[in-house]
C-alpha cells in the first residue's frame, strides 16, 4: 500500500513538473514587451554627465569629466524601410556584410549578415544585426566627441569623401563647429566583421578645447537570446585581463549602470550566435562601461580620457567596432592580433581548453561527411569509445568490489557492536583484495565534464545552425515532427512540452533502456522512479534543439551497447545484483507472511 501511495505520488509531481517546466521557463525568460522608446529618450534620468550643446556645462564639472549623452532627437517610432530610406547614407559592402552609415550621427545602424539567412528557406533574408534607433529593433553604433562638456549632437550632419565602404575604400566623416575645431572618423572594414574608426579633432579655433572622443553600443533587449546556465547572453567583456559577464539585462537594469574596475580589452552585448563589441586603441579610457536606459533599452559606453588640445593642434584615438557572428576561427585570430581574450565572446566556460578541440574535430568530420547530423553522431561514437577504457575500469572495480561483498557483510555482522574494528577490518580486507571502493567512482567524474563539454558545444556551435539532417531542417531548433501535428501533416505548432517529436521518444526509450540494464539491486520504489524518469524526461527534452537530441540518443544507444559487453564480461555482476534482488524479494514475503498472520 506504501509503495502504491509513493508511485502515485511520484506520477503526480512528475505530471506537476511536466506541467510546470513551460510555464516555468517563460517566468524566468520573460518574451519582452516592446521597448518604450519615447519614454527613454525624454527622461532626464538616462542622460549621463555630458551635455548636449543646448544644456549647462556645468552638470559635467561634478563629475571630473564628461560623459556620452543620450541625444535629444525627435520622438516616435519608425519604420525599417523609413529609416534606411534617408539620402544621408553611404553604403557598406564587404565580403561577410552588408549595410549603410547614416551620415545624420555618424552611426553604423545599418548592418545585415551575408553568410547567414534569418530563417530557414532559399527566400529567407540575411541576418539583420544592427538597425536605426526609433525602429522596432534599434541595435547600432555611434561614433563622435565629447567638446569643453558638451556632446556633439546626434542630430549633426557629417560629410563623407565616399560613397562606398569597402574593404579596399575605407571613408572619412568629417564635421567642423562653430569654433573651427573639425572632426574626422575614418572608417575602414576588413574581410570579415570588424570596423576600425580613426577619431580625429583638429583644433583650428583661436583658443585650447578640451575634446574627448567616444563610442557606444546601443540595442534592445527585445531581441536578445536568453541568458542561461549552459551559456551566458547579455553584457559582456574583459576589464584587467579577466572576463566579466555577470549581469543579464534584467540584471543591469536593476542596477542602471555597471562600469567594472580594470582597464577594458573590449564590451559589448552578446547573443547565442551574434555579438556587438567596442575595443578600445592605446589611449586610456574615462568610462567603459554598461547602462540601463529605461524600457529594454541598454548601452555600451566607451568614453576616452579628456585631453587639451591647444589652438593649431590635434588628437587621435583609435576604436574597432566587432558586428558579427560568433564564429569561433574568426574570433581567435582577432585574439590572436592583440585583443586580449576576444575568444572569449564565446560563452565557453571552464571547460574550454577541450571544448575548442571538440568543436574543432565537429567541424573536421562535417567537411569530411557533408552532414552536421551524421557528423554529430560520428563525434559522440568517437568521444565514447576514447572514453570506453575508463569506463572498463569502473566496471572491473564495481566487479571486484562486488566480488568481496560477502566478506565484508561478514565483517559487519561479526563487528556489528565495534564500529571502530569494524572498519578498521574492512579496510584490510581492501588491502588484502586489492580492491579500491573509491576507483568505481572516479571513472564516472571523469566522464562528466567530458559530456557535459560536448553538450555545451553542440548548443554553442553556430556552424550546427540551419544545418540539415534526414527529414529536419535545421538542427539549432526543436525537431518539427511532433506526435500531437501528426509529424507535421497538421498545419499547426504544438507548443513548448507538449511538442514530442520522434527524437524525443527515441531518447526516453533508449535512457529506459539503459536503465533497465541496469542489475542494481532497487527497492520497488526506486525501480518505479527510474522506470518514470525516461518519461518525464522525455517531456522536458523536447523543446532542446534537435542537435542535442541527436547527440543524447546516440550517446544512450552506445551506453546500451557498452553495458551488455561489459557485463558480459563480468558475469558476476548480474548474478550479484540477482542474488540480491532475490533476497530482498524472499524478505518481503516473509515481512507480508508475518503481518497477515497477525
Not at 565580403?95 to 529567407?124: E, F, Q
Not at 573590449?266 to 551574434?274: A, K, N, P, Q
Not at 586603441?281 to 524600457?295: H, I, K, N, P, V
Request: net charge negative; with cysteine; hydrophobic share 45%.
Amino acid at each position: 500500500m506504501d509503495n502504491q501511495r509513493n508511485l502515485l505520488l511520484a506520477v503526480v509531481l512528475s505530471g506537476l513538473l511536466i506541467l510546470g517546466w513551460d510555464v516555468g521557463m517563460r517566468y524566468i525568460y520573460p518574451t519582452p514587451p516592446e521597448p518604450d522608446v519615447a519614454a527613454s529618450e525624454m527622461d532626464p534620468a538616462n542622460v549621463p554627465g555630458a551635455q548636449t550643446a543646448s544644456a549647462s556645462a556645468s552638470a559635467s564639472a561634478s563629475t571630473g569629466g564628461a560623459s556620452v549623452a543620450e541625444p535629444q532627437e525627435p520622438l516616435g517610432p519608425v519604420t525599417l524601410d523609413a529609416a534606411l530610406s534617408s539620402p544621408t547614407r553611404i553604403t557598406i559592402d564587404a565580403p561577410r556584410v552588408a549595410g549603410s552609415i547614416n551620415l545624420v550621427g555618424a552611426r553604423v545602424d545599418d548592418l545585415v549578415l551575408k553568410d547567414y539567412d534569418a530563417n530557414v528557406g532559399d527566400d529567407s533574408e540575411a541576418v539583420r544585426l544592427f538597425a536605426p534607433d526609433r525602429t522596432d529593433v534599434p541595435h547600432f553604433a555611434e561614433f563622435g566627441f565629447v567638446v569643453d562638456g558638451k556632446r556633439l549632437s546626434s542630430s549633426t550632419q557629417w560629410q563623407s569623401d565616399g560613397e562606398m565602404l569597402t574593404p579596399g575604400t575605407p571613408v572619412t566623416l568629417s564635421h567642423t563647429d562653430e569654433a573651427g575645431v573639425t572632426y574626422r572618423i575614418k572608417l575602414s572594414i576588413d574581410d570579415n566583421f570588424m570596423i576600425t574608426a580613426e577619431q580625429t579633432a583638429q583644433n583650428a579655433s583661436q583658443g585650447a578645447a578640451i575634446i574627448q572622443p567616444f563610442a557606444y553600443i546601443k540595442r534592445t533587449s527585445t531581441t536578445a537570446s536568453p541568458d542561461q546556465f549552459i551559456a551566458h547572453a547579455g553584457p559582456t567583456g574583459v576589464f584587467g585581463g579577466s572576463l566579466y559577464d555577470p549581469n543579464s539585462y534584467e540584471e543591469l537594469a536593476e542596477l542602471g549602470r555597471d562600469n567594472p574596475a580594470g582597464a577594458a580589452a573590449w564590451l559589448g552585448f552578446t547573443d547565442t550566435y551574434w555579438a556587438s563589441a567596442l575595443i578600445p586603441g592605446a589611449s586610456e579610457t574615462d568610462t567603459a562601461g554598461w547602462r540601463s536606459l529605461g524600457g529594454n533599452l541598454f548601452r555600451a559606453d566607451l568614453l576616452y580620457n579628456a585631453e587639451t588640445v591647444p589652438a593649431g593642434g590635434s588628437l587621435t584615438d583609435t576604436t574597432q567596432l566587432f558586428a558579427g557572428a560568433k564564429e569561433s576561427v574568426v574570433l581567435d585570430n582577432y585574439e590572436e592580433a592583440g585583443i586580449t581574450y576576444f575568444g572569449k565572446v564565446i560563452s565557453w566556460g571552464w571547460f574550454e581548453w577541450f571544448e575548442k578541440p571538440f568543436l574543432w574535430l565537429l567541424r573536421t568530420l562535417n567537411g569530411l561527411v557533408g552532414n552536421f547530423g551524421v557528423a554529430i553522431i560520428l563525434l559522440t561514437c568517437i568521444i565514447r569509445g576514447f572514453m570506453f577504457p575508463v569506463a572498463q575500469k569502473g566496471f572491473a572495480s564495481m566487479a571486484a568490489m562486488k566480488a568481496v561483498q560477502p566478506k565484508m557483510k561478514a565483517i559487519q555482522e561479526r563487528y556489528k557492536d565495534d564500529k571502530q574494528t569494524q572498519q578498521q577490518k574492512i579496510m584490510e580486507l581492501y588491502k588484502e583484495e586489492k580492491v579500491n571502493p573509491l576507483s568505481g567512482c572516479l571513472p564516472i567524474l571523469i566522464q562528466i565534464p567530458i559530456f557535459f563539454a560536448l553538450y555545451k558545444v553542440l548548443y554553442l556551435a553556430i556552424e550546427m545552425r540551419h544545418e540539415p539532417f534526414l527529414y529536419i531542417q535545421d538542427l539549432s531548433a526543436p525537431d518539427p515532427a511532433t506526435i500531437l501535428n501528426l509529424f507535421g501533416l497538421l498545419p499547426y505548432e504544438v507548443p513548448g512540452f507538449l511538442g514530442i517529436g520522434v527524437l524525443a521518444v527515441l531518447l526516453g526509450f533508449t535512457m529506459w533502456l539503459t536503465f533497465r540494464l541496469n542489475p542494481s539491486a532497487m527497492d520497488p520504489m526506486q525501480q518505479q522512479i527510474f522506470n518514470l524518469m525516461p518519461w518525464v524526461l522525455m517531456f522536458v527534452m523536447a523543446p532542446f534543439a534537435a542537435g542535442l537530441l541527436i547527440y543524447w540518443v546516440t550517446s544512450n544507444i552506445l551506453t546500451v551497447a557498452q553495458q551488455s559487453y561489459l557485463y558480459s564480461k563480468h558475469p558476476q555482476l548480474k548474478a550479484a545484483a540477482a542474488k540480491e534482488k532475490a533476497e530482498k524479494a524472499q524478505a518481503r514475503e516473509r515481512e507480508k507472511a508475518e503481518k497477515s498472520g497477525a
